[in-house]
Nanobody, 121 residues
Framework: QLQLVESGGGSVQAGGSLKLSCAVS????????MGWYRQVPGKERELVLR???????IYGDSVKGRFTIYQDNAKNSVYLQMNNLITEDTAVYYC???????????????WGQGTQVTVSS
């Protein structure tokens, strides 16, 4: 399993920017894509952005053109650059490793603990 630790959350005014970081440690023989999800109280966790293991980037519906995901393999880190933030982006943001087990093909997700992002008007 992988251990994921997010940082960089906080409060920002609408129109501003934030960059979230996710430090990845541990070892897995699984094939994993890395992504960011978010959740607000009373709603299901939703995909923000993900880079699949083949390099394909998958965008959530509301963030295309505003958010960017990128990896730094030398630092074992994944980043989420968020620009032009709106109040609807307020949520707890989770780093995730979406993995496929190399032995039995089982799909699973390792999660970070989450970091709060609050966007005020």
């Amino acid at each position: 399993q992988l251990q994921l630790v997010e940082s960089g959350g906080g409060s920002v005014q609408a129109g501003g920017s934030l960059k979230l970081s996710c430090a990845v440690s541990g070892y897995t023989s699984s094939t994993c894509g890395m992504g960011w999800y978010r959740q607000v109280p009373g709603k299901e966790r939703e995909l923000v952005l993900r880079i699949d293991s083949d390099g394909t980037t998958i965008y959530g519906d509301s963030v295309k053109g505003r958010f960017t995901i990128y990896q730094d393999n030398a630092k074992n880190s994944v980043y989420l650059q968020m620009n032009n933030l709106i109040t609807e982006d307020t949520a707890v943001y989770y780093c995730a490793a979406d993995c496929k087990d190399a032995t039995d093909g089982y799909y699973y997700t390792d999660w970070g603990q989450g970091t709060q992002v609050t966007v005020s008007s």
